[in-house]
């Protein structure tokens, strides 16, 4: 067995090392295919956003500018919880008997307990600037809708939430403290919204999905003047917004004279994904760095690995613009499984094109194997970690133990994207041996891919 590099069990960052940028990925992807309106399917304008964002937040969608300033309001925001801790995983590398170096990026010690705060209060931000009073949004597994509720909170905004009504089943302590933050939560779809009404009147039973909510979250913005949409992944200014997570971890594993071979995380929509992977991805693309950037996303939701690349709606409803994207159809509805943040159509435009150019790869994993690597961290690290999360963790165990078989002593960063105290349901209902795997069969896929729009 080779010897491991030893180091601080956490590493950390002085406050006055909080990055002043956010590291914009798109500088460095060329021939993106635009976003197309979709009403007319010509290329979206600033002028077409406006209805439901600020415009701040709509330069930052379409700039080219590798790196924008954080607002001084947001940074002193921040340093209530950040830099966060970069930490060596010791307890499950001793488990594993690997020869890896394992870190970890820990983003649960803020208020919302996940990654979602770092784009919720910039978004809040700005929209209080433009004096808008209320925003909407969706959320999967609650951790989103929490982190807008809190960021609200700090800027005085009223906040409504269309909570996927799986996740609001399964996860009723993520409604109330989103409640307790001050947020109106309705279970989506909801007869609130036209589009909510239309899969009722359909599906009465209807377990809701991500694209529904967002259709719901977002004629609510459009049907408002003082309201508008917030989103908590997929587009690129809130990718813009978490790769703090990953300009951190940079600088973090540079004090410790290290640099990672493998970096994981999960994906859903790519906020989290692409958080800690696009500034090692800038490395990779213009320093040559050798780095693999894995991907882990659900086998019951595998937008990268058995998607299509093809232009398709963000939502059900057809409200938002259409996106050159790997996605499952718009109209995808999938099965109840607890990783409910990772049950999107569709995943980031960036994300995809990284994926479609081979600079990254992706996993899919089952939800069974996923928890037991949870159970493995919790009793190794001390640290529940959210269902999400513990499918980076999952990718991260079968690498390190790859270097068991190998030799090789390779150092792999992952991103704790949030705690899962509040998803005690999902571990409650694994460790009673009631979850079940579900892998998305290729009939449903080819039945959901025949509703991409014709462009």
Same mark, same amino acid.
């Given at each position: 067995?080779?010897?491991?590099?030893?180091?601080?069990?956490r590493v950390?960052?002085?406050?006055?090392?909080?990055?002043?940028?956010?590291?914009?990925?798109?500088?460095?992807?060329?021939?993106?295919?635009?976003?197309?309106?979709?009403?007319t399917?010509?290329?979206?304008?600033?002028?077409?956003?406006?209805?439901?964002?600020?415009?701040?937040?709509?330069?930052?969608?379409?700039?080219?500018?590798?790196?924008?300033?954080i607002?001084?309001?947001?940074?002193?925001?921040?340093?209530?919880?950040?830099p966060?801790?970069?930490?060596?995983?010791?307890?499950l590398?001793?488990?594993?008997?690997?020869?890896?170096?394992?870190?970890?990026?820990?983003?649960?010690?803020?208020?919302?307990?996940?990654?979602?705060l770092?784009?919720?209060?910039?978004?809040?931000?700005?929209?209080?600037?433009?004096?808008i009073?209320r925003?909407?949004?969706?959320?999967?597994?609650?951790?989103?809708?929490?982190a807008?509720?809190?960021?609200?909170?700090?800027?005085?905004?009223e906040?409504?939430v269309?909570?996927?009504?799986?996740?609001?089943?399964?996860k009723?302590?993520?409604?109330?403290?989103?409640?307790?933050?001050?947020?109106?939560?309705?279970?989506?779809?909801?007869?609130?919204?036209?589009?909510?009404?239309?899969?009722?009147?359909r599906?009465?039973?209807?377990?809701?999905?991500?694209?529904?909510?967002?259709?719901?979250?977002?004629?609510?913005?459009?049907?408002?003047?003082?309201?508008?949409?917030?989103?908590?992944?997929?587009?690129?200014?809130?990718?813009?917004?978490?790769?703090?997570?990953?300009l951190?971890?940079?600088?973090?594993?540079? =004090?410790?004279?290290?640099?990672?071979?493998?970096?994981?995380? @999960?994906?859903g929509g790519?906020? !989290? +994904?692409?958080?800690? #992977?696009?500034?090692?991805?800038h490395?990779?693309?213009?320093?040559?760095?050798?780095?693999?950037?894995?991907?882990?996303?659900?086998?019951?939701?595998?937008?990268?690995?058995?998607?299509?690349?093809?232009?398709?709606?963000?939502?059900?409803?057809?409200?938002?613009?259409?996106?050159?994207?790997?996605?499952l159809?718009?109209?995808?509805?999938?099965p109840?499984?607890?990783?409910?943040?990772?049950?999107?159509?569709?995943?980031?435009v960036?994300?995809?094109?990284?994926y479609?150019?081979?600079?990254?790869?992706?996993?899919?994993?089952?939800?069974?194997?996923?928890?037991?690597?949870?159970?493995?961290?919790?009793?190794?690290?001390?640290?529940?970690?959210?269902?999400?999360?513990?499918?980076?963790?999952?990718?991260?165990?079968?690498?390190?133990?790859?270097? =068991?078989?190998?030799?090789?002593?390779?150092?792999?960063?992952? @991103?704790?994207?949030?705690?899962? !105290? +509040?998803?005690?349901? #999902?571990y409650?209902?694994?460790?009673?041996?009631?979850?079940q795997?579900?892998?998305?069969?290729?009939?449903?896929?080819?039945?959901?891919?025949?509703?991409?729009?014709?462009?």
């Amino acid at each position: 067995m080779m010897s491991k590099k030893h180091v601080p069990y956490r590493v950390y960052l002085e406050e006055r090392e909080l990055p002043e940028c956010w590291y914009n990925f798109r500088a460095d992807m060329p021939n993106l295919s635009p976003y197309l309106n979709p009403a007319t399917q010509k290329p979206v304008t600033p002028d077409d956003m406006l209805a439901i964002f600020p415009m701040e937040l709509i330069q930052q969608e379409m700039s080219d500018e590798r790196y924008i300033p954080i607002p001084e309001e947001v940074r002193e925001l921040y340093r209530s919880f950040r830099p966060s801790p970069l930490c060596r995983a010791y307890g499950l590398e001793k488990l594993l008997d690997t020869p890896a170096r394992i870190y970890y990026k820990y983003e649960g010690n803020n208020p919302s307990g996940s990654h979602k705060l770092n784009t919720a209060i910039p978004q809040a931000y700005y929209n209080k600037k433009a004096g808008i009073k209320r925003l909407a949004t969706e959320t999967g597994a609650g951790q989103w809708g929490t982190a807008l509720s809190v960021a609200s909170q700090m800027f005085g905004l009223e906040c409504t939430v269309y909570m996927v009504k799986v996740s609001y089943q399964q996860k009723p302590y993520r409604k109330a403290i989103m409640q307790a933050y001050g947020a109106t939560v309705n279970p989506s779809p909801s007869p609130l919204t036209q589009a909510g009404r239309k899969i009722l009147e359909r599906d009465p039973n209807s377990l809701g999905s991500l694209g529904i909510a967002i259709s719901e979250a977002v004629e609510d913005a459009a049907t408002h003047d003082d309201t508008n949409y917030a989103l908590g992944s997929v587009l690129n200014h809130v990718l813009l917004h978490q790769t703090i997570i990953g300009l951190e971890a940079r600088k973090q594993m540079e =004090k410790i004279d290290e640099y990672p071979d493998v970096v994981v995380a @999960c994906c859903g929509g790519g906020s !989290n +994904f692409g958080g800690i #992977a696009f500034p090692f991805l800038h490395d990779k693309i213009r320093e040559g760095k050798k780095i693999e950037l894995i991907a882990a996303e659900p086998a019951a939701c595998p937008t990268l690995t058995k998607g299509k690349f093809a232009y398709d709606f963000g939502d059900v409803a057809q409200m938002t613009p259409i996106m050159e994207m790997y996605t499952l159809g718009h109209g995808f509805i999938p099965p109840g499984i607890h990783a409910g943040g990772l049950r999107y159509h569709g995943d980031s435009v960036l994300v995809s094109k990284a994926y479609k150019d081979g600079l990254i790869d992706a996993r899919a994993v089952h939800q069974t194997e996923v928890f037991k690597a949870a159970i493995q961290f919790a009793r190794t690290e001390l640290i529940l970690p959210a269902p999400e999360s513990a499918h980076a963790i999952k990718v991260a165990i079968d690498e390190a133990l790859k270097c =068991k078989e190998t030799g090789e002593s390779k150092c792999i960063l992952f @991103c704790l994207s949030g705690h899962g !105290n +509040f998803d005690l349901t #999902a571990y409650e209902e694994y460790m009673a041996g009631n979850l079940q795997d579900y892998e998305y069969p290729d009939e449903l896929l080819n039945e959901g891919l025949k509703t991409l729009p014709k462009i």
